[in-house]
T-cell receptor, first 117, second 113 residues
């Protein structure tokens, strides 16, 4: 299993500013992902955070808006750039280990709830 | 495109009754599925998983059924309790060309006293 810590847990931001969310895992993991969950909706995958290389973004998400870093196997950051009220959402970090002996279970942090005014 | 959807957005059940939450998935090549429970203000929590070489898997009070013929997944909760009130998501593992999980719409389960 993996325990994932995110910070900030919540924040209120002004339009046009940027915010970086940090995600720390208590053990080395193979893969890390960032999801967005808009109010009352399901989880939408933003990107896969690749260790030591550029993240892989899903359709509708771009690096300029959501730059992601993953400098090692336990840490990643997601920046929400030039925020607008439409970016108000919960951002969730997740991780998994794959390979022999691992179940493939995707673990989640508690999320970072962003409100953009 | 790839999608995982649910038939019912809200399900209300009496305490003590059994709950059945359904999910339809679209990628016939998917071989691993997970059900998650999300309580208000928290991240999703793993409930139970199933691989495509199985059609049923049981846990404590929960059972997942997989019908690959019609690409349908269900979560059964026995003797539903107030603590089961939450939103439930199914997730489908995509491994062709990439490795990621796609989540369904979600069903809110309300347990009535």
């Amino acid at each position: 299993s993996a325990v994932i810590s995110q910070k900030p847990s919540r924040d209120i931001c002004q339009r046009g500013t940027s915010l970086t969310i940090q995600c720390q895992v208590d053990s080395q993991v193979t893969m890390m992902f960032w999801y967005r969950q808009q109010p009352g909706q399901s989880l939408t995958l933003i990107a896969t955070a690749n260790q030591g290389s550029e993240a892989t973004y899903e359709s509708g998400f771009v690096i300029d808006k959501f730059p992601i870093s993953r400098p090692n196997l336990t840490f990643s950051t997601l920046t929400v750039s030039n925020m607008s009220p439409e970016d108000s959402s919960i951002y969730l970090c997740s991780a998994l280990n794959w390979g022999q002996g691992n179940t493939g279970e995707l673990f989640f942090g508690e999320g970072s709830r962003l409100t953009v005014l | 495109g790839e999608s995982v959807g649910l038939h019912l957005p809200t399900l209300s059940v009496q305490e003590g009754d059994n709950s059945i939450i359904n999910c339809a998935y679209s990628n016939s090549a998917s071989d691993y599925f997970i059900w998650y429970k999300q309580e208000s203000g928290k991240g999703p929590q793993f409930i139970i998983d199933i691989r495509s070489n199985m059609d049923k898997r049981q846990g404590q009070r929960v059972t997942v059924l997989l019908n690959k013929t019609v690409k349908h997944l269900s979560l059964q909760i026995a003797a539903t309790q107030p603590g089961d009130s939450a939103v439930y998501f199914c997730a489908e593992q995509i491994t062709s060309g990439t490795y990621k999980y796609i989540f369904g719409t979600g069903t809110r389960l309300k347990v009535l006293a």
